[in-house]
């Protein structure tokens, strides 16, 4: 996977993160998205996500949906998306934050 972050400077700590993941889904993924998101969880009043995870969030059973959403949910992260981002159906390309809206 392949990440890139952008920091804003306002009245507002702004970071903006580009997710790009590819091949097999392992444990090293969940790990690296958590150490992130703890990172910046105390820096940034606000973080936008958006990429393609290559998860199907909209299998609810899934495991790996289930660790991704689990993280997400502990740093207050939503999903944005609601509609197939697949050609073939699903929901795999991501926009998150942390705003509650």
Partial sequence: YTTACVKCSSDMKVLLVCVYRTGPICEAFFKDLNSLL???????????????????????????????????????????????THQQGGTIDLLLDNSNV
Wanted: no cysteine.
């Fill in 38 to 84: 703890e990172v910046v969880a105390q820096r940034f009043d606000y973080i936008l996500i958006g990429g393609d995870f290559n998860i199907h969030v909209e299998k609810a059973t899934s495991h790996e949906t289930t660790e991704l959403l689990e993280i997400l949910n502990s740093y207050n992260m939503s999903q944005l998306v609601d509609l197939a």
